[in-house]
């Protein structure tokens, strides 16, 4: 609910409370963020802080108004430059008449049930009120309006700002942000998603210090280097103790999340649009809306504060088509091919997804143009006959009839020199007179900034989609956009072209589920997630890597919104052999997909993927909407790792272990910390592994009646059929035990092999099952 209190606003979701008042000066000055606290007329005036006088060098706004109020040392809802406020501004204008300097005060504020969503940036659905603060230049006519938007049954504020000028000289925006935030120190770290090119999301702290921190993207995506979510927590918060304010952005391009810290201790936090390459024009009449940002708060540690973002992700933020909708199991050909394929291998690996229980079958990069590597066919359209010889449709048809559904890969910003569409129109890609372009993957990218470019792509992309039964897309990026013209407008003219673009093809056929897939994680964010609900988060399908990968974006997305594959056994970006036993569990808490050749496996290994996969069906509701929580984090390389994801009734959980480097003296695996029901009683069971023979090398030979050569072609069939004993952990026992402590099975340190010993090994891994018996 919002509501006014003489001059506070106070913004009140399901457990939370934002607060802050207008002064006297109008100015807006935060008094509150937290958990849901009770107030009125009286006590309000509590709150927030108990500025008597101006500190020294201090500027006073408006001596005249309230000799008192300096901007500076005070919390406030937006920062202006040029009226004494020192810490960074969250807007920066200039017009002839005035130069930098705006005296924007308060001048009307309004409540509103009814939301429109203008459809200018990607906006959250199902928001159920708004406020909207007016703010006006005291001399000129130009209004800031600051929005702030519920959702009544979750628990994140969304934020905007809206310029609009009225006046005759056009008005220069070099900065604007859609969100500011400030708060009394409390010891605060910031933690930050970043990474490279299959390394994403690495969740990095850092201690607030003097100064400003920043964390942002250039590169015209969202980018994998600093995603656009963050968190501030104390420094001693964990995942279930201590206050955590986290926030993100709804935008898909250079965007930047600001940290300061002042000399009174006050932490001052922006999020908006970068403002490097940034200089946009308004003309009299026109107005600039801001993406919008996302905010929320626990004081619980963070598996509350990345709960709250999830649930509210899933509800408003995901393509309302896709909402809470469970997502399919899928095999994709990407690592089982690469460019190399026909016809008749990819119906060879869809036969035997469809043996296995698998629901869609996605054909990646290479089925177009000219496209027999990366270096050419970009853009252009026409199936390639050489590979798909009944063309897309022929495929798409074998593959319905094998009982499939089937999905296809497109890189539409993306265009090679070496294609039709490059010899026809070069001006769509883009690029700068008189100097030599960059290339990235070999490739160029559209200019969508131009009409054109963005009407160009919409035909192409539905001409493919018409042309066969396509109930999926993987819509990849591959790169980085670099010699962009200089006129301050283009990269975000360039994600306004995107949006129209995803805007135009999501609302032409909403029956597609999109994946999002920019290299991986090169573009996740919660702008494509509007669109795409789901987002392939990194190249890297090294099971362990994914685990940093994973967690990282579990601080501030929903499972339901991240893919994993299985891949080969032996990984293709880091060489790491892996039994697909191990590699499972990381994949199994994300959108599960496999993507290897799975009409080149073993026997035993078609059964593991098969249970696998029969595994996740059962429990696909869990894993993909199920609250998600770390009981332990992985800290460090070679560390381990522990997850849960709990259905919010307790009624059931499934916890992944996720061993790092092997001890020799195995520490005790205790599972606790689940916070199921007391006096309820539960079944605990082990998703327990078929180990294969030749993974204990010449040590069969102490157990064999005869000598085998661990390498040689005996135990390669020994191996086919015969597994290693499966542990035994599973209990029936009561919440109380859970929550404090199960010791479970010790592992294999040296010898012994039994249904009472767990064989981890380096990077291995375990599900574990728990549900409530009565
Ligand atoms: C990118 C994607 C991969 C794959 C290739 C195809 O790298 O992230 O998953 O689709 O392109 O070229």
Redesign the pocket.
Known sequence: MIRQIDNYFVIETKNLSYIFHKNKVGYLVNDYFGNKIQIDEQSIESLGLKEAFPKGTSTIVDESVDPTFSADNQLLEYSFAGKGDNKEPAIIIKNDKRGYVFDFRFFKAEIKKEIVDIKLVPMPNHLDEELIISLKDSDLNIVLELHYYIANEFDVIVRNTVLINNEDEVLSIRKIASLQFDTINKNFEVLNLNGAWIGESHPEKQKLHRGIYINDSKSGLSSNAHNTFFLIKEEKATMDYGEVYSFNLMYSGNHQELVELNAYDHVHIQSGINPIFFDYKLNKGEIFVTPFALMTYSAKGYNLSSQRMADFINACVVNEHFAGHLRPVLINN?EATYFNFNEAKLISIAKKAKAFGLELFVL??GWFGRRTN?TKGLGDYDVNKKKLRHGLKGLADKINKLGLKFGL?MEPEGISVDSSIFEQHPEYAISLERIKPSFGRHQLVMNLAKKEVQDYLINSVSEVLDSANIEYV?W?M?RNITDFPGNGQFHHDFVLGLYRVLETLTSKYPTILFEN?S??GNRLDLGMLHYFPQT?AS?CSDHYERISIQGGLYFGYPLSCITGHVSAHLNHQLLRDTPYADKFPVAAFSCLGYELALDELTSLQEKVIKSQISFYKDHRQLLQYGDFYKIKEKEYAGDSAVWMVKAKDNKEAIIGYFNGLQSATPKETIIRHLGLEEGKRYQLSVFAHDHELKHFGSLVNMVLPFHINPDGALMRLINKYKTMPKENDNYVLDGSILNNGLILKSEWAGNGVSEDVRILKDFGSRLYYIKMVE
Do not use: A, Q, T
Request: negative net charge; glycine residues 8%; aromatic residues 24%.
């Open positions: 990407w990646d990069d990366d890969w993987k990849d591959n897939c290299s991986g392939w190249d």
